[in-house]
């Protein structure tokens, strides 16, 4: 969360709620292919960072709605969002990768890091016990690491990746963790991507000691999808939306001139509006198949050439 602004993960909910522009320090593009849209936000500077309480970098966010509806729609949403993993990893196979699966697998909303690393081709081991099979096939060196959370570990994430890094030496490395959002129809439907790292428990207020270049010596990839929604940001989201079905000049008045404000939902909601979030009654079956495709897609970018019939039978 942001000052008294609503609390998302997703820098572009955070540029449209503060209505910012170009003019403050942002590139801003949507792009749409066969249905999948996809929006690339650029912080450019620091005054721009400063505005949305996010670092300097590249923001992606892909959404794919229908995908588990659809097998084509999956397909090209998985083919979406490896395009955009790619950009932001590069597509040179000899360069190994650390995937890093954040969050407690024993919490379904949290879990979607570890979820998505079940499904990975992970690589590592076989150029040494099955040479045979790595060099047959357009395979990337590939490692992953569960961390757990520090409520169970005692030990900060941070720390655990940095000593993990230090011991591989990877080319890079792309975290996976939940975020919040700010809109219901974004939980389990959109995932962001961004080249300037992750604060492991932000999603949910948690803030940990961040991963990224300047913390890790290397390149950090974060990618999310989020599964939560805040209770005071939905509610001032809930009151805007009836603001603007009724039609009422008067509430929108008191919106725009912020006597209304999420500041002022949090103040009515009291201590609760920290402590409580949302999530989908069905968020065990929405987190499977969120990750399910995240796996996809991290496949499919960060190794060559595959069929999904080939990722499929690897992974098995």
Do not use: W
């Not at 650029?42 to 509806?69: C, H, W």
């Not at 060196?141 to 900060?156: D, F, H, K, Y």
């Amino acid at each position: 969360m942001f000052n008294d602004s609503i609390r998302t993960d997703l820098a572009s909910e955070i540029k449209e709620f503060r209505k910012l522009t170009e003019k403050d320090g942002f590139y801003d593009k949507t792009t749409e292919i066969n249905g999948i849209k996809s929006r690339e936000v650029r912080i450019l500077n620091s005054s721009a960072a400063d505005k949305t309480g996010k670092p300097v970098g590249t923001y992606i966010t892909v959404d794919f709605g229908t995908a588990f509806e659809d097998e084509a729609v999956f397909e090209t949403a998985t083919e979406v969002i490896a395009d955009k993993i790619k950009a932001l990893v590069g597509n040179n196979l000899n360069e190994d990768v650390l995937l890093v699966g954040l969050g407690n697998s024993k919490l379904t909303s949290d879990a979607i890091g570890p979820e998505t690393l079940s499904g990975i081709i992970i690589t590592r081991h076989l150029k040494t016990h099955l040479p045979e099979i790595y060099t047959e096939l357009p395979l990337r060196e590939l490692s992953a690491l569960t961390p757990g959370v520090l409520g169970t570990t005692g030990i900060e994430t941070s720390d655990i990746v940095k000593a993990v890094t230090d011991k591989i030496e990877p080319s890079a490395v792309i975290v996976i963790d939940a975020l919040a959002s700010r809109r219901a129809e974004r939980v389990c439907s959109t995932v962001q991507m961004s080249d300037s790292g992750i604060s492991p428990g932000s999603g949910v207020g948690n803030h940990r000691k961040e991963l990224s270049k300047k913390t890790l010596g290397i390149p950090v990839i974060s990618i999310g999808i989020p599964t939560v929604i805040d209770t005071a940001t939905l509610a001032y989201d809930t009151f805007e939306a009836l603001c603007s079905a009724f039609q009422s000049k008067a509430l929108k008045e008191l919106v725009d001139e912020e006597v209304i404000s999420y500041k002022a939902v949090c103040d009515v909601l009291g201590e609760s509006s920290s402590n409580m979030i949302v999530t989908p009654r069905d968020i065990d079956v929405l987190v499977s198949k969120s990750s399910r495709l995240l796996a996809f897609s991290l496949n499919k970018a960060l190794h060559g050439d595959l069929t999904s019939e080939e990722i499929q039978s690897l992974i098995n």
